[in-house]
């Protein structure tokens, strides 16, 4: 399912949620053009700035293990990887943020992040396969909105089924994280050499909601008029 737009009238224009997209598309332009014009520097960029599992669990109690932790989230595996991910984050981060204010949000998203990172590189230690994207991150903006704003719709593209949906936030991002933990599930046992990092959606969700449970505001539904006999 691909969310479209959700049922809320923003009252803020969302600067946080606009510089995040801003940044991970900015930084994928210099990936692109470092693959293009100088494939050696675009791999010391993968070296330095991507999280290695081995590597982080290794260094984790040192300043230099946390960078890789942060920097990763702004790069990215291609066109589509890095679309959809801004997709996303677009989608649910501007009502989040208009609901909570900047740095509550922000704090959700980094944090999140931290936690996607962690039951990422928990599920295979001594993995060599550097880690990027932002949808650690993203799936926690999506497991604080479950927790706020669940009692929104989300407009959706729901491929085989109706084309255009309506649907109830929660029971989209039910279906979302169930999704997700499905398919991380059925990876356990298999060699990680690359693709999604499904995990890394788990881990982030929870966080999220987690964060979110500690610092946010769930929205108060408007209450039902009795009806006069």
Known sequence: MLPLWDSHKLKRPGQVTRALVGANLVIFAIEVGLMAFSPELF?????????????WW????????????GSSLFLHGGWAHVVGNCWFLWVFGRSLEDHLGNWRFLLIYLISGVG????????????????????????????????????????????????????????????????????GI?????????????????????????VARAVGIAEKRPKRKKSER
């Open 43 to 55: 791999n010391r960029l993968l070296g330095d700035y991507a999280l290695v599992p081995a590597d």
């Open 58 to 69: 290794g260094n984790v109690g040192l300043i230099e293990g946390w960078i890789p932790v």
């Open 116 to 183: 996607a990172a962690a039951l990422q590189t928990a599920t295979d230690v001594d993995s060599m396969v550097p880690m990027v994207g932002a949808s650690g991150a993203i799936s926690g903006v999506l497991g604080a909105y479950l927790v706020c704003l669940s009692g929104r719709w989300i407009v959706a593209l729901v491929p085989w089924f109706i084309p255009i949906v309506p649907l109830p936030a929660f029971v989209f991002l039910v279906f979302w994280f169930g999704l997700q933990l499905f398919n």
């Open 186 to 210: 059925g990876g356990l046992n298999q060699q990680v050499t690359g693709g999604t990092a499904w995990w890394a959606h788990v881990g982030g969700f929870a966080t999220g909601v987690a």
